[in-house]
């Protein structure tokens, strides 16, 4: 049964770092795309980084860039997401989500999603 958790949520002070984790039961990470997403309230869910399996390489969104970091430990079927200098807009639940086809920053894209976690950067 293919499953996402994440955990990790926290929360932290403006300048702060917080590390996400997303464990995908049931995926093969070396041919899965894996992406985090995050969804403040009343605002669209938003695609921030994205793991290829094609490429191997990750992609940002432009509001994450230089500041956040995806990476991969397949050994503990574990991808996480590494949150550096984090600001009051960063405030949201965040999510994991997988694909077999792309990797993507469209949330149509995904067919599996974790359950998300809280992250509240206090100003």
């Known amino acids: 049964q293919r499953q996402l958790v994440e955990s990790g949520g926290d929360l932290v002070h403006t300048g702060g770092s917080l590390r996400l984790s997303c464990i995908a039961s049931g995926f093969d990470l070396e041919r899965t795309n894996i992406a985090w997403f995050r969804q403040a309230p009343g605002k669209e869910r938003e695609g921030l980084t994205c793991?290829?399996?094609?490429?191997?390489?990750?992609y940002y969104a432009g509001s994450v860039k230089g500041r956040f970091i995806i990476s991969r430990d397949s050994a503990r079927n574990t991808v996480y997401l590494q949150m550096n200098s984090l600001k009051p807009e960063d405030t949201a639940v965040y999510y994991c989500?997988?694909?077999?086809?792309?990797?993507?920053?469209?949330?149509?894209?995904?067919?599996?999603w974790g359950q998300g976690t809280q992250v509240t950067v206090s100003s």
């Open positions: 989500a997988a694909d077999f086809q792309v990797c993507s920053f469209l949330p149509i894209t995904y067919k599996y």
């Open positions: 793991l290829s399996t094609s490429d191997g390489r990750p």
